[in-house]
């Protein structure tokens, strides 16, 4: 398996665009995380879902972040507008349930708001 | 609520010399007890794990963490560190108390430096 694939790597943008983050878990894996992580307060998830489901979003810092999942092979994560404050790696990582949380990470992507 | 905490922000070490970086944890119910390591520009990449049985767990590139209930820690450890060691460690909890989901808590990071 290729493991978790995410794109793109790296991403500059202005502030107030829309940027989308692209996520492909492992195959048959039923667990997606969303992590953002910056030098300031390190790893923080944002949101995970389970079959496809959104389970717990409460990390997702404000109304212009949000995480879809519409089916098993495929998940974003949206900022709109985006602000300087958002630049950080986000991280998409996925699970089997039955492992108990060994959670397999992609390369992440690298977001910079000018 | 499940924390954990890694009181050194870099460890140095030299090579052949063993290594430990420290992690203790919080949690309401008993805890499932993780370390990842992240290279430069990579995603985490998971070494080991603790759920329940023998306190000392053996893991990836030939480390291991031993789970100590009273102290509440889990230090991950090697016998000879390699230069190729050097890397940023994560600690990370989950509490088996209900409601805590299946979030995991990530320490902030213990960065690791083997020197030859």
């Known amino acids: 398996d290729a493991g978790v694939i995410q794109s793109p790597r790296h991403e500059v943008t202005e502030m107030g665009q829309e940027v989308t983050l692209r996520c492909k878990p492992i195959?048959?894996?039923?667990?997606l995380f969303w992590y953002r992580q910056t030098m300031m307060r390190g790893l923080e998830l944002l949101i995970y879902f389970n079959n496809n489901v959104p389970i717990d979003d409460s990390g997702m810092p404000e109304d212009r972040f949000s995480a879809k999942m519409p089916n098993a092979s495929f998940s974003t994560l949206k900022i709109q507008p985006s602000e300087p404050r958002d630049s950080a790696v986000y991280f998409c990582a996925s699970s089997l349930g039955q492992d108990l949380y060994e959670q397999y990470f992609g390369p992440g992507t690298r977001l910079t708001v000018t | 609520a499940q924390s954990v905490a890694q009181p050194e922000d870099q460890v140095n070490v030299a090579e052949g010399n063993p290594l430990t970086v420290k992690c203790t944890y919080s949690v309401s119910g008993n805890p499932y007890l993780f370390w990842y390591v992240q290279y430069p520009n990579r995603g985490l990449q998971f070494l080991l794990k603790y759920i329940t049985g023998d306190n000392l767990v053996k893991g990836s590139y030939g480390f291991e963490a031993e789970f100590n209930k009273s102290q509440t820690s889990f230090h991950l450890k090697k016998p000879s560190a390699l230069v190729s060691d050097s890397a940023l460690y994560f600690c990370a909890v989950r509490d088996t108390i209900t409601g805590g989901g299946n979030k995991l808590t990530f320490g902030t990071g213990t960065q690791l430096k083997v020197e030859l």
């Open positions: 195959s048959g894996h039923d667990y």
